[in-house]
């Protein structure tokens, strides 16, 4: 059992920044999801297991970052110049199975999943 704690939402202005932590128990391949109300959840970023590969969705390229500390086994989204649209709860997982250079983008190939944090960006 892999577990996930995610920390850093919160409430900020149109062109403002947020920095979200996922603290997991070991070195994994690791994506952000987001999912607002009454929508799907979306892929926003992934980071292959040994950090060498990242892959974004294209609505937050150049705008969103994603790094891992594996001293720390914690993954952050550094998200800078935030919009309304980018309003959703946030959530981390883990591709456990995945030692590869290979993003995935799929929510089903994640098997474990943080607790999520809420990301509200007013206008």
């Known amino acids: 059992q892999v577990q996930l704690v995610e920390s850093g939402g919160g409430l900020v202005q149109r062109g403002g920044s947020l920095r979200l932590s996922c603290a997991a128990s070991?070195?994994?391949?690791m994506g952000w999801f987001r999912q607002a109300p009454g929508k799907e959840r979306e892929f926003v970023a992934g980071?292959?297991?040994?950090?060498?590969?990242?892959y974004y969705v294209d609505s937050v390229k150049g705008r969103f970052t994603i790094s891992r500390d594996d001293a720390k086994n914690t993954v952050f989204l550094q998200m800078n110049s935030l919009k309304p649209e980018d309003t959703a709860v946030y959530y981390c997982?883990?591709?456990?199975?995945?030692?590869?250079?290979?993003?995935?983008?799929?929510?089903?190939?994640?098997?474990?999943w943080g607790q999520g944090t809420q990301v509200t960006v007013s206008s």
């Open positions: 070991s070195t994994y391949a």
């Open positions: 980071i292959s297991w040994n950090g060498g590969s990242t």
């Open positions: 997982a883990v591709d456990i199975r995945n030692y590869l250079s290979f993003i995935n983008v799929r929510p089903e190939d994640y098997a474990y």
